[in-house]
């Protein structure tokens, strides 16, 4: 997959992740972009799911 689908795919899954949880900000999501157990972690601090809801979340976009 080259570079522009790839950011392509992040700027996607960034969409979602926000239509579903409306209180992440631009900033959460481009701090942790790359960063995978950060952005779960973000994930579930500020929407006090599990970490297997989160990650079954976003493994279902």
Do not use: F
């Not at 080259?2 to 481009?30: C, H, I, R």
């Not at 994930?43 to 976003?58: A, C, D, H, I, S």
Request: charged share 40%.
């Amino acid at each position: 997959m080259d570079d522009l689908k790839l950011k392509g795919s992040w700027n996607e899954l960034k969409g979602k992740v926000k239509q579903k949880w409306g209180e992440l900000t631009d900033d959460d999501l481009t701090y942790a972009e790359g960063q995978e157990e950060e952005l779960i972690g973000k994930l579930q601090k500020k929407t006090g799911q599990t970490r297997e809801e989160v990650v079954n979340y976003l493994n279902s976009l």
